[in-house]
Nanobody, 118 residues
């Protein structure tokens, strides 16, 4: 069983920065794509924020390009999200996501709240 545990969320003023971390524990597996999604409104579909492949290829949502940076440590099975120049519209629950190398199984964290005040 694989668990993803996020940390680093919180309340920050507009223009500020936060760093999210997501560490995998439990069964040791090799992850393929790891990344972050967010959900601004409960019940609304989660939207992609940023992902990184095992080979370090990144993909960002247009809304966060130039402000957010995704990185990962394959030895620690951890993925990070550095968020700079935060805006009120970045307020959401942020979820960590990781897929096995075959892409056949997805794992999700429990979510961490990020609130940006204006």
């Amino acid at each position: 069983q694989v668990q993803l545990v996020e940390s680093g969320g919180g309340l920050v003023q507009a223009g500020g920065s936060l760093t999210l971390s997501c560490a995998a524990s439990g069964s040791v597996i090799r992850f393929g794509v790891m990344g972050w999604y967010r959900q601004a409104v409960p019940g609304k579909q989660r939207e992609l924020v940023a992902t990184m492949t095992r080979g370090s290829t990144t993909n960002y949502a247009d809304a966060v390009k130039g402000r957010f940076t995704v990185s990962r440590d394959n030895v620690k099975n951890t993925v990070y999200l550095q968020m700079n120049s935060l805006k009120p519209e970045d307020t959401a629950v942020y979820y960590c996501n990781a897929a096995n190398v075959l892409g056949t199984t997805n794992y999700w964290g429990q979510g961490t709240q990020v609130t940006v005040s204006s």
